[in-house]
């Protein structure tokens, strides 16, 4: 079990190499990554709450993808095959369990065959092993599922992310790195040879050479506070860390979004052997529908959905915070996506509120399973990147802003992609201190 720091002890030295906001799976694959490389850095995780990998990281069913969804070319496509290998190594090494246990796309009527047939195509494009199946090759996977085509990849596996950030967490002291949680970051001051970092409780905690914001629904407070903070006394960064830095972004936000998983009772588990994915629809939106999960477990879960909230850090799945309600409804990207995307998200928000719609929704892939097979499950929030278009932001997004590198948005694939999300971040932060 991750040790827990109380605020009390979580002062940290005066001066570091770097220092790194948040300590879900990417903040901790980074100092991992750094530490592996460069043990003679001295890296200390601020994480705000009481363990390492607390929100989006170990909120989640476990999947690691093996990268047929995403746009070749993409951060996404290639993070996420570089990273699930590095991943599946970690977890060999440190005892974590996972298993590859496939994943059948279903196409459940001819009309979704088109979109199926380009699906393999970007599968093969990415490197996926991808192998096209009739409907008895189907229930040779998945017996209990009905459809008229769909898509194999053997490569799928899965794990338990909360257990992968705890290893990370041990891995990182075991090597001198620093990990102080109840210790949230509110705001940083760069200057052009470090980057001051004010937490609370604690008040100004450190300074450290480079810092890599890895904050979640946080991260772009953490930019506009980085960006307000630049004008120093001693002024701007200069060189080579100058040029290469990117002008923060003013015209995009974090829209917090619920998801909300449904489990199967154990004595219908039986219905599920691997992972069951419906074909892509589109559509503008980058989330993949309603999907069928066996966790590392044994847990099959259902879902999720995606619900806009009104509360970042909610404790209950309907929580309003004042602050983040007002940024959300005077942000005009949040209007311009529900007007574009209302028939989604009404259609969503109605599936959260009944089981009965989300069954039916379930049952085109797997009829067997019924309303009463069916209880709720965990929940969690997730970090939504949304431009002032009203356009959701599907691939990773990263900013540099002078001795600062931030994660701006790290949707899934992030935890199947963290390691090799970690090794670019590393390599930039190494470059911010001189090689």
């Known amino acids: 079990m991750t040790r827990t720091v109380t605020a009390a002890s979580a002062k940290c030295d005066s001066d570091l190499d770097v220092v790194i906001v948040g300590g879900g799976i990417v903040g901790l694959a980074t100092a991992h990554r750094l530490l592996d490389t460069h043990p003679d850095l001295e890296v200390a995780v601020l994480e705000a709450a009481e363990d390492v990998g607390q929100h989006q990281s170990a909120r989640n069913s476990g999947v690691l993808h093996a990268g047929l969804y995403y746009r070749p070319g993409s951060a996404k496509a290639r993070w996420s095959r570089a990273g699930k290998p590095l991943l599946e190594r970690f977890c060999a090494e440190h005892g974590v369990p996972f298993e590859r246990t496939g994943k059948v796309v279903v196409a459940v009527d001819r009309e979704e065959l088109p979109a199926l047939d380009a699906l393999a195509q970007r599968a093969r494009t990415n490197g996926v092993e991808i192998h096209r199946l009739g409907p008895e090759g189907l229930r040779d996977h998945e017996p209990h599922v009905a459809g008229v085509a769909g898509l194999w990849t053997p490569e799928t596996a899965v794990t338990d992310f909360a257990a992968v950030c705890r290893a990370l967490a041990e891995a990182i002291r075991a090597r001198g790195g620093h990990i102080h949680t109840s ?176 069954t039916r929704a379930v049952q085109r892939y797997v009829p067997a399973i019924e309303r009463t097979h069916l209880r709720r499950g965990p929940w969690g929030v997730r970090a939504q990147l949304v431009d002032r278009s009203g356009r959701l932001v599907d691939d990773f997004t990263l900013r540099q802003h002078g001795r600062s590198i931030h994660v701006l948005n790290a949707p899934s694939p992030a935890a199947t992609s963290a390691l090799a999300i970690g090794a670019e971040l590393r390599d930039r932060a190494v470059a911010l201190l001189g090689g």
């Open 183 to 358: 210790t949230e970051v509110v705001d940083l001051h760069p200057t052009s040879q470090r980057v001051d970092v004010t937490t609370v409780p604690q008040g100004h905690l450190c300074a450290a050479r480079a810092v890599i914001v890895c904050a979640g629904l946080q991260a772009d407070r953490l930019l506009a506070g980085t960006a307000r903070g630049a004008a120093a006394p001693d002024g701007p960064a200069s060189g080579a860390a100058a040029a290469a830095a990117n002008a923060p972004t003013t015209d995009a936000r974090i829209v917090p979004v619920r998801g909300s998983w449904l489990e199967l009772r154990p004595d219908r588990r039986h219905l599920v052997n691997g992972n069951i994915y419906p074909v892509p629809t589109g559509g503008g939106l980058p989330f993949l529908g309603v999907h069928l999960t066996r966790r590392v477990d044994g847990q099959v879960w259902v879902g999720p959905n995606a619900v806009p909230v009104l509360a970042r850090d909610g404790r209950t799945p309907a929580s309003i915070d004042l602050h983040d309600a007002r940024e959300l409804l005077t942000f005009p990207g949040a209007w311009r996506l529900a007007r574009q995307h209302w028939r989604v998200l009404a259609s969503e928000l109605w599936a959260d509120r009944l089981l009965s719609a989300t």
